[in-house]
């Protein structure tokens, strides 16, 4: 021991006691930031479980349903009067879904003021949006389907300016809430510093035993035991909790959270084309603007190289996940295909064999081929989605009586080497 | 001629009271000293319109220069849009994909206007006005009515002379907002016109017999003056225009089963149920609507302007202008040359709002 001159020179009592200090402090200090450690993985583990995902799901999904009413109500309206029951049923389904999420993402509130002002438009944009509905509605079923078709444009762009835009703000904002929530509850410096400390008390703790056994010949002092072994204990659990935590939350967000998200954000570039097409047919100016758009989201969803779904299913689970996206990829192909006469009929302004091939139910339909794309990657987040969850959930429990162990055992370390060092101590009174 | 003297008329008025009266709009025009030219591109119906406000307003505001072209409406969008024009005058409000593409763009009403159908029966006295139908006219677009003395235009027409002369359908050559108010008319009256042609700026028309294509509404006009059985939908800015070509004037059929010309009463008719129910961004379709003494084919005439200026001064003198245009510039003596109605009060402050955006 390097302090052995030194011990010699200012006499072994002393070296007891700077030693019980100093142990005592390294043990208390070790407490301490362990348990902060633990305490924040296991609460950022907590909040990925129980908020952030939570929250993010909700957003996600308030912009599907916002997206689903536009493309429902728009879609009914080109087939023309009389409604019928089951679409008005989904779309005010939509609305009120979209609502509900609105209300959770509000009462989880947050101090972000971009945050808020999108909440606020959405509160705000709604029932302007219905509103606008309610009057294309309205005006198409007394006779005058042109008026009612302005006010569904009118519609259309509120939803598309205002209320989307805001939707995809806050959906943005909550999945980055959810990452960074991940990275919180599998980052490295809290552990390595807590290590790093444990790695500290242990060596004072080793030499501190080997000095004394040298200077008493007694070869095992019963406090300092009880220290290492409570030290060596709660560290390898520490370590494995985090091992597993780190673990899990990789494979959560690896094979759960990611292709979730390549998959939404896949979902809503096809509602935005979906909606490009039927928003063509109604307005009729003969630009080419939403052909343009259509083209620019599918590029965005792929299947191919550097897409979203090549994305999802990059990182898709084996099994129901990796199924769903691949039929996806089939799914959007023949979306596309038949996308491609829909706009060359628009081109020849042939609207009436374009207005069936939009929203005809048959086989080979724009319609058709979307809904089983929509629902092939609705059923990919559902299964993404599952994974996420339980490796999340498994995650946030490793870290389950860790927080108070390490309080324990801190305890128990300053304990001991105070009643160890204390003992040799009072040979010398 | 005779449009040209009234214009200056109106013109020479206009100017001589805003003078007289020390006129300035709320944006406290004329604001620079430093001369600016503004460029207008567009609907060949408001062309007229443009021309006689950009001759009144730089005699008032000898600084402001108002270039304008007849374009087409399609154009007039797009040179908005893309910065080419500062002002487009389109027959039609902003399609849901020219604002989800561009959403800084406004469509600001600048008039009430309509769309009148003529035809070229040499026969007939001008004071006779044939009564169409929307099912009728889609028939004799679609080539299934071949003749003026058919049956159905005899049913609509007790006691009129109808020639034995072929029907000439004659439609735009090109992209027109004209298009889509006719194709509109037909289709919200002719179920099978809308399910197998429908409406559009552009529309797939008919292989009918003897159907001609013309570009702009002075084509049209001239095309059906040397086409007798022609029948042709033609802005009403151009009516006067038709009337001294000799063209005939069909009363058309709205949806109280009235038949009406387009007359200040008819469009004023026409209008007024749909102003409550205005949006915002005045974003409204009027053809065929409620009104039993209103005419069918009505509209608001727009100019499409961007909110986002390239400068301050820019904005300022297009909020300037567009401020007059719906007030001043809807005097009588601007709109009556070329048949418009002025904006009621409801879209004018409306139109107001709006322009307060443009920045």
């Known amino acids: 021991m390097s302090g052995r001159s030194g011990v010699a020179g200012t006499g072994t009592p002393s070296v007891l006691r ?82 509900a999420d609105l209300a959770t993402l509000r009462s989880a509130g947050g101090n972000s003021k971009q945050l808020a002002a999108s909440l606020a438009a959405i509160s705000a944009g709604l029932p302007v949006y219905a509103g606008y509905v309610q009057q294309a509605q309205t005006y198409s079923s007394f006779g005058y389907p042109l008026t009612g078709g302005s006010f569904m444009q009118v519609a259309s762009e509120e939803m598309h300016l205002t209320l989307l835009p805001a939707a995809r703000s806050i959906y943005s904002r909550e999945n980055a809430a959810l990452t960074s929530a991940s990275a919180q509850a599998t980052g490295l410096p809290l552990i390595v510093i807590s290590v790093l400390l444990a790695l500290i008390v242990g060596v004072i703790l080793f030499r501190a035993q080997r000095w004394l056994t040298r200077r008493t010949h007694r070869r095992v002092n019963y406090g300092l035991a009880l220290a290492s072994g409570a030290l060596a204990v709660v560290t390898i659990w520490m370590l494995v909790a985090f091992t597993a935590a780190r673990s899990d939350f990789g494979t959560s967000l690896g094979h759960g959270s990611t292709p979730a998200e390549a998959l939404a954000q896949a979902g809503i570039a096809a509602q935005q084309a979906r909606s490009d097409q039927v928003l063509n047919l109604i307005s009729r100016s003969g630009s080419s603007s939403f052909q343009a758009d259509f083209t620019v989201q599918q590029h965005k969803i792929g299947p191919g190289g550097g897409t979203l779904l090549d994305s999802a299913a990059s990182s898709a689970p084996a099994g129901a996940g990796a199924s769903a996206v691949n039929s996806a990829g089939q799914d959007a192909r023949t979306w596309y295909s038949a996308s491609s006469k829909v706009f060359a009929l628009d081109l020849a302004s042939s609207y009436a064999a374009e207005t069936k091939l939009v929203i005809g139910t048959g086989s080979g339909s724009s319609e058709a081929a979307f809904s089983t794309l929509e629902s092939d990657i609705t059923r990919g987040i559902a299964a993404d989605q599952v994974v996420f969850r339980s490796k999340a959930a498994s995650g946030s429990t490793s870290f389950n009586g860790l927080e108070l162990a390490v309080i324990i055992a801190a305890l128990l370390m300053a304990g001991g080497s105070t009643w160890g060092l204390s003992r040799r101590l009072a040979e010398y009174r | 001629m005779a449009l040209s003297f009234r214009t200056l008329l109106a013109v020479a008025a206009t100017s001589t009271m805003a003078l007289a009266a020390g006129v300035s709009d709320a944006y406290g025009q004329p604001s620079s000293p430093a001369s600016i030219k503004l460029t207008e591109t567009g609907s060949t119906l408001l062309y007229p319109l443009f021309g006689a406000w950009a001759s009144a307003y730089h005699q008032q505001f000898s600084s402001v220069t108002i270039a304008t072209a007849a374009t087409g409406s399609g154009t007039g969008i797009s040179d908005a849009s893309d910065g080419t024009a500062d002002l487009g005058a389109s027959d039609a409000f902003l399609s849901s994909g020219n604002l989800v593409q561009s959403p800084e763009l406004l469509n600001i009403p600048l008039a009430i206007a309509a769309q009148q159908v003529n035809y070229n029966l040499p026969k007939l006295p001008a004071s006779t006005h044939v009564r169409l139908s929307g099912a009728v006219l889609a028939q004799m677009y679609e080539g299934t009515i071949t003749s003026w003395d058919d049956p159905a235009i005899r049913a609509l027409n007790p006691g009129v002379a109808l020639p034995d002369l072929p029907v000439r359908p004659l439609h735009r050559a090109e992209s027109a907002g004209d298009t889509f108010l006719f194709s509109s008319y037909l289709s919200t009256n002719d179920p099978a016109w809308n399910s197998s042609i429908g409406y559009g700026t552009t529309v797939a028309w008919p292989k009918a017999s ?117 007030t001043k510039g809807n005097a009588s003596e601007f709109l009556n040359p070329v048949r418009f109605d002025p904006l009621p009060a409801p879209i004018v402050t409306l139109a107001e709002a709006q322009i307060a955006r443009i920045r």
């Open chain 1, 18 to 99: 700077l030693l019980m200090v100093a142990l005592v402090a390294g043990s208390i200090l070790f407490g301490v930031a362990a348990a902060l450690t633990i305490g924040q993985h296991a609460s950022a583990a907590g909040e990925v479980v129980s908020t952030s995902e939570p929250l993010s799901l909700a957003a996600q999904q308030m912009y599907q349903s916002l997206s689903d009413a536009d493309i429902t109500t728009t879609t009914a309206f080109l087939a023309g009067p009389p409604q019928l029951l089951s679409v008005r049923q989904h779309f005010d389904a939509d609305i009120a879904n979209a609502a």
């Open chain 2, 210 to 326: 003897g159907a001609l294509a013309e570009e702009a509404n002075s084509g049209m006009v001239s095309g059906c003056q040397k086409t007798p059985g022609c029948v042709a939908y033609i802005g009403i800015s151009y009516l006067t225009q038709a009337l001294r070509e000799g063209l005939g004037e069909a009363a058309l059929r709205n949806a109280a089963g009235q038949f009406l010309l387009p007359t200040d009463a008819s469009l004023h008719a026409a209008v007024e149920p749909f102003v409550p129910a205005t949006p915002s961004n005045e974003t409204i379709s009027m053809v065929n609507g409620p009104a039993p003494s209103g005419y069918p084919i009505v509209n608001f005439e727009y100019a499409i302007v961007s909110s986002h200026q390239p400068s301050a001064l820019k904005a300022r003198e297009l909020k300037a202008f567009l401020a007059w245009a719906i």
